[in-house]
């Protein structure tokens, strides 16, 4: 009577714990879940997950039931005497050494069959999207079309992409959780990998990190995937392929229907999950209310350290690549991989203090006065410092290459 009382609040308790992990796993709120794929490639991984855990909770069930059996049935009553003891059995023997080996085959068959489907080479006429990780940010080429761009990709849903990936300094991972695997960004040896987008999804913006420790700012690492319809696509390609617009009256590019070249994803649309809340770091300052002016700002970027790592089309004086190409950076949603929001208020504390923004960067703190934590040093006017007049001209600069 009072075993069965013990073993009722156990099954009451187990049944509280399973009712909870279906509530959490049916909760719809995780917008970086692997679990939810939108790729023809996130099915196939996701269809051999749930066929392995299928599997192993069979076997698990089984095992566990035959073992509490065997510990209550057989377990040591008073004024018993000595149990039969027996050794070897070739029918036990036999059971237990064919039946994992059937298991295993059930296990391997699909294994083989993804790990074959994955790893072949995307289909001719794929958009190849070459990657190139560097610590910490991404390089995003578009070979067929000319384009570079950093920490930002856009993609049409119903088409192949295929991804080069390659990396300009150590072992990153590309990974966007909901479109497709991992896979690993090596120095000295180009990986693949290529999905094919849901066209349920083409209005949307997805989270990709990079998943392999790589340094001090690896978690900083970030990027983000604009699922567009094919048209959308395209115009944003013919805009991105055309030099800096600066000067140039940036309407148009977020008229709705609009297919004139530079579609750019509206901000209104993006969800909560890919804006970044990243909080400032404390103690940083900026001379609040300056206005800052573009012409202003083109001179200063083009004669300052800027150029040395930064690339944009259109102006012949930067032509760096040590850094992300900013030829477009004004269309983007956000800065510093993905760390913060593209907003001049965030762009011009991060020009002033970038290395107290996200650690051990190589851009440089640029701020006059600021201490650079890596020089150990003040920045001073001599050593390129730059005022906060001259950061809010480059910031107005900046934000105007749509
Ligand atoms: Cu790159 Cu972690």
Redesign the pocket.
Known sequence: MKGSDRLRRLASYAFVAVLAMAVVACNEAHPNSTLDPHTDLGREIDFLWNRLLLLGTIVFVLVEVILIYVVFRYRRRENQGMPPQTHGSTKLEIAWTLIPAVILVFIAVPTVRTIFITQARAAPGSLNIEVT?H??WWEFRYPDYGVTTANEIYIPTGRTVNFRLRSAD????FWAPELGGKRD?VTNRTNYMWYTPDSSISSNVWNG???????AS??N?RFRVFTVTRQQFESWVAGQKLPARFGAVSSGTGAAGSTQPGYIFPREQVPDYAVPHSPIPSGLKFTPGLTGNAQRGLKVFTSSACIGCHAIAGNPMAMGTTGPNLTHVGSRLTIAAGRFPNAAAYLALWIKNARAMKPEIIMPTLGVDEYDPVLKTKVTAATGGLTDQQIADIVAYLTALK
Do not use: D
């Open positions: 990780g610590q910490w150590v072992i990153h991972s960004v990190f990079c998943a392999e420790y790589c340094g690896h978690a690492m």
